[in-house]
């Protein structure tokens, strides 16, 4: 069981390029999120899915497009990346009892 | 919008000492609060988790306590040790999914 699992786990990118941050669970969970951590500001929600085909916004959604097409995958894409969007980005699931089950996250750079 | 505060920002205690980490949010309307271990570059290890219907949860050293009607919630960790030394964030749960977090408390102890 290898819980929330993330790739890749740093990245470089410039102004202007477009990724993809992956995320798969393997506990069965409906729920899965995606949060970035910036200094100072803690983790903030950016999109979330509440089963596969149904996605939703969060508090910071702006440049970030999701799809939940299984129910183990929940992929973050950048579309034109910025240097704002360099952080620390968590994937996360959510079981029955709404224990969060957090990923090792992804360090983004973008420059 | 969920507020959620975490006092004080930064905690420095020797060893062997009793501590309290402090959480307080602003919508009592929650659906559960839990605890998080994160170490530096690390990602989130989740502590205790209390649904909205209960008081307290207890693992080994820690006790949190949650009191919805105030809005707050307390992390005891006993017996501190160097192992404790880490950043503890608060989560607090709404609908069983979206989670907002603290900033969190950078715990240092000292041997």
């Known amino acids: 069981n290898a819980g929330v699992t993330q790739t890749p786990k740093f990245q470089v990118l410039k102004t202007g390029q477009s990724m993809t941050l992956q995320c798969a669970q393997d506990?069965?969970?409906?729920?899965m999120s995606w949060y970035r951590q910036d200094p100072g500001m803690g983790l903030r929600l950016i999109h979330y899915?509440?089963?596969?085909?149904?996605?939703d916004q969060g508090e910071v959604p702006n440049g970030y497009n999701v799809s939940r097409s299984t129910t183990e995958d929940f992929p973050l894409r950048l579309l034109s990346a910025a240097p704002s969007q360099t952080s620390v980005y968590f994937c996360?699931?959510?079981?029955?009892?709404?224990?969060?089950?957090f990923g090792p996250g992804t360090r983004l750079l973008v420059l | 919008k969920q507020e959620v505060t975490q006092i004080p920002a930064a905690l420095s205690v020797p060893e062997g000492e009793n501590l309290v980490l402090n959480c307080s949010f602003t919508?009592?309307?929650?659906?559960?609060l839990q605890w998080f271990r994160q170490d530096p570059g690390k990602g989130l290890t989740s502590l205790l988790l209390?649904?909205?219907?209960?008081r307290e949860q207890t693992s080994g050293r820690l006790n949190a306590s949650l009191d919805k009607s105030s809005g707050r919630s307390t992390l005891y960790i006993a017996a501190s040790q160097p192992g404790d030394s880490a950043t503890y964030l608060c989560?607090?749960?709404?609908?069983?999914?979206?989670?907002?977090f603290g900033t969190g408390t950078s715990l240092t102890v000292i041997p």
């Open positions: 996360a699931s959510t079981g029955l009892a709404g224990d969060g089950y």
């Open positions: 506990m069965n969970h409906e729920y």
């Open positions: 899915s509440v089963g596969a085909g149904i996605t």
């Open positions: 919508d009592s309307a929650i659906y559960n």
């Open positions: 209390i649904q909205s219907s209960q």
């Open positions: 989560a607090v749960g709404l609908t069983g999914n979206q989670f907002y």
